[in-house]
């Protein structure tokens, strides 16, 4: 079991930056792979990001490649993800979500936190 609370939304004009952070509670952080998700209104969830225990492997979307980055710090059982030249398309609720072994889909995530609003104005 594993608890997440992510931070860091808000709203940002279009070519902004926002850097969202997924805060775990818990000793043992560093054996899960770690997964950002997107979710606007009348859209299916959609996967971001993610990234493996160490660190080492990392995954994105086609649409946020070259623009968000993931990242984590296991000393400080958190992930993040510094997201760039936002466009109004990028708004959404983040999800940040853990899983024991590193998968991009959703439905392979066993635990999630409550979602961050992040709304890109133009």
């Known amino acids: 079991q594993v608890q997440l609370v992510e931070s860091g939304g808000g709203l940002v004009q279009a070519g902004g930056s926002l850097r969202l952070s997924c805060a775990a509670s818990?000793?043992?952080?560093?054996?899960?792979?770690m997964g950002w998700f997107r979710q606007n209104f009348g859209k299916e969830r959609e996967f971001v990001a993610a990234?493996?225990?160490?660190?080492?492997?990392?995954s994105y979307a086609d649409s946020v490649k070259g623009r968000f980055t993931i990242s984590r710090d296991n000393a400080k059982n958190t992930v993040y993800l510094q997201m760039n030249s936002l466009k109004p398309e990028d708004t959404a609720v983040y999800y940040c979500?853990?899983?024991?072994?590193?998968?991009?889909?959703?439905?392979?995530?066993?635990?999630w936190g409550q979602g961050t609003q992040v709304t890109v104005s133009s």
């Open positions: 990234i493996s225990q160490s660190g080492g492997t990392t």
């Open positions: 979500a853990a899983n024991s072994f590193f998968v991009l889909s959703s439905t392979r995530y066993d635990y």
């Open positions: 818990g000793r043992t952080f560093g054996r899960y792979a």
